[in-house]
């Protein structure tokens, strides 16, 4: 077997892995990355020169895993795209928003950027998504899309419930006699709606594992139910300070899990109060209802949008949206990514001391929300690049209510199923780092393997 990284660098950036096996040729995940604009928001996709591909497996819909789909697809047209069902509804309405985000920032970087922005067009998603082909779990499909059984002698793919977000899977590879197993992102346990990932237990000979959370442990008296109440009694005093709350969140995940949250507060709590999200979100929160009880999850019989009845702002009314006392607004993106509604709607209580924002989850160190997290009070931030600094005032707390695997579930999955090889993806540097020295003594019988990127290495 054959093996590219083709994320530009050792990070969370835009995911993509090229494999060889048997004569096949294939690609895992093709997606954007988050801070970079043009060619270096892509993957790395000189790295497969000129090489046919048979197949693209998508293991879920983030942006980091789906983004250019429709640019991968353009350059390999011959290639087949498999995903799950819920992940091609919701990757469709994700790509959908991307073109549009495109399309305004071709407004703001001028020229250089308008023979290439947008990336790819509407009609472009509508013509290439009538040729994604929705798999279901644990179910083995040859490259060809066709149902065959586990033990066939063809080249094979199965996808196993990931845990992380609606749709999200691992992906298992049975190729020449041997197995390979790629987490993609992964929770290990439950969240609020995500049930904790059903993974393939017996052994693999090669596992490519995410790293996300390598360079934080769960502190010691961490739990879920003890985190969700420590954010009600937040909440409180929030809104007890005379201001309103900014929650940034994934529009993916992220939000359904904080609205099912806020569901569970308010019916314990009888407390009451308007939450405000945004259109991307809206839209994929109703594929989350519509779908509530075709899959594994809890609360089955939540329908978020009917019980929570939030508000809905887009970036029209993002800028005069008010900023009034007892209110959340849980908008996206997570990171505060510059010119969306997080980043649009800190700017304008980031400098009051009775307004407050909590983290949620994951950003990259570098965002927005990375650097905003960490400030100290009246320090000077800019929260867009492109604006004046401003001075932190607000109340800034951090809350620990990952999608993604603690590290210590990581290697205890890697030693379950002990594999000859483990490759490191999906990580900061300290993170993948943590995780490369951490299994090097767990595992002293498999190569632990950080795959340089663009780098072909044999498996
Ligand atoms: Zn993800
Ligand atoms: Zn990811």
Not at 214 to 227: C, F, I, K, L, N
Request: with cysteine.
């Amino acid at each position: 077997m054959r093996f590219i990284n083709l994320t530009r660098r050792t990070e969370i950036g835009a995911n993509s892995y090229y494999l060889e096996t048997a004569g096949h040729r294939l690609v895992l995940d093709s997606g954007m990355h988050p801070k970079f604009e043009g060619e270096e928001a892509l993957p790395n996709m000189n790295a497969i020169g000129g090489r046919k591909l048979d197949a693209i497996i998508i293991s879920h819909s983030h942006q980091d895993h789906i983004g250019t789909l429709p640019v991968l697809m353009r350059r390999q047209p011959q290639a087949r795209v498999f995903m799950t069902e819920p992940t091609a509804e919701i990757g469709n309405v994700l790509l959908h928003n991307s073109v549009n985000v495109m399309t305004r920032q071709r407004e703001e970087l001028g020229p250089a950027a308008a023979g290439l922005y947008p990336l790819f067009t509407h009609r472009e998603i509508d013509r290439v998504s009538e040729r994604w082909q929705s798999c279901a779990l644990r179910q083995s499909y040859n490259l060809f899309g066709e149902r065959v059984p586990a033990d066939s002698n063809e080249t094979t793919f199965e996808f196993f419930d990931a845990g992380h977000v609606l749709g999200s899977t691992g992906v298992l590879l049975r190729s020449e006699g041997r197995t390979l197993f790629y987490t993609a992102d992964v929770n290990f346990d439950d969240q609020t709606i995500a049930q904790a990932a059903v993974f393939p237990e017996e052994n693999v000979d090669i596992l490519i594992t995410e790293c996300t959370r390598g360079d934080t442990p769960v502190p010691p008296a961490w739990s879920r139910m003890a985190e969700e109440k420590r954010l009600m009694q937040a909440i409180e005093n929030a809104f007890a300070g005379g201001g309103c709350l900014l929650i940034p969140v994934f529009a993916l995940g992220k939000t359904q899990e904080i609205l099912a949250i806020l569901y569970k507060l308010r019916r314990e709590k009888t407390l009451d109060f308007p939450i405000y999200i945004g259109g991307l979100s809206s839209k994929i929160s109703e594929i989350y209802d519509r779908r509530a009880q075709m899959g594994r999850r809890q609360l089955s019989r939540l329908q978020l949008l009917n019980e929570l009845r939030p508000f809905v702002l887009n970036s029209a009314t993002i800028h005069d949206a008010g900023t009034r006392p007892g209110r959340i607004y849980a908008l996206s993106s997570g990171m505060m990514t510059p010119k969306t509604l997080s980043n649009i709607f800190a700017q304008r209580i980031v400098d009051q001391s009775r307004h407050s924002i909590f983290f949620v989850g994951y950003a990259d160190p570098e965002s927005p929300a990375g650097i905003l997290r960490n400030a100290r009070s009246n320090e000077a931030m800019k929260i867009d690049p492109d604006r004046a600094p401003q001075t932190v005032r607000s109340h800034i707390e951090q809350f620990q209510f990952s999608a993604h695997a603690s590290r210590e579930s990581l290697v205890a999955f890697a030693q379950r199923l002990a594999p000859k090889k483990v490759l490191l993806v999906h990580g900061d540097p300290l993170a993948v780092e943590w995780m490369r020295a951490r299994l090097t003594i767990d595992l002293p019988n498999s190569e632990i393997i950080v795959p340089k990127p663009g780098l072909e290495i044999e498996l």
